[in-house]
């Protein structure tokens, strides 16, 4: 297990298996939830999933799942879907992506000054196989890909969804 066992942890992989995967019921959630070795009783995950704002849509599958708020003061709820995901971190990158270079495993992702922690949302929220994670500051993003010379990949991916070009994610 890589993360600690409190409750900010758990909201963090509860946002997280909502932002990936249609999640139709609390007792799917919980079994998700179990299998990364999260134990939560009924009670506990119905606080938590209140704490966190979710509530239940209609995915474009037509099922109801859960979602919780929009980031950056949208109000409307992101559902688990691919595609939205991924349009979201196209749309960021052609709009604030501003260089991309790399060295081994680090990529260093420039943006206007303040929209640095916008963009690396938009990264953490598609979890691509080949980023371990991002670190934000004001202007730069600093990418850790899982691959100790997969930089250069991983630089020339954001420079192509910065230009419109969507190549295939890891």
């Not at 994670?133 to 890909?145: F, N, P, R």
């Not at 010379?149 to 630089?155: K, Y």
Request: glycine residues 10%; contains cysteine; negative net charge.
């Amino acid at each position: 297990m890589t993360q600690p066992a409190t409750r900010a942890a758990r909201h963090g992989r509860i946002a997280e298996i909502l932002a990936q995967t249609p999640v139709r019921s609390q007792t799917e959630l919980a079994e998700r939830l179990a299998e990364g070795g999260i134990e939560v009783t009924q009670g506990t995950l119905s606080r938590d999933l209140d704490e966190l704002g979710a509530m239940k849509i209609r995915n474009p599958d037509g099922w109801l799942v859960y979602a919780l708020p929009g980031e950056g003061g949208d109000s409307r709820p992101l559902a688990a879907s691919k595609s939205a995901v991924d349009a979201r971190l196209i749309r960021v990158c052609e709009e604030i992506l501003i260089s991309a270079r790399s060295s081994a495993n680090l990529v260093v992702l420039r943006t206007p000054p303040g929209a640095a922690q916008y963009l690396a949302s938009a990264i953490d929220h598609a979890s691509r196989g080949d980023i371990l994670g991002t670190i934000a500051g004001d202007d730069t993003v600093l990418v850790i890909s899982t691959d100790p010379s997969g930089g250069a990949e991983v630089a020339a991916w954001f420079l192509a969804l910065a230009e419109g070009n969507v190549p295939p994610s890891s």
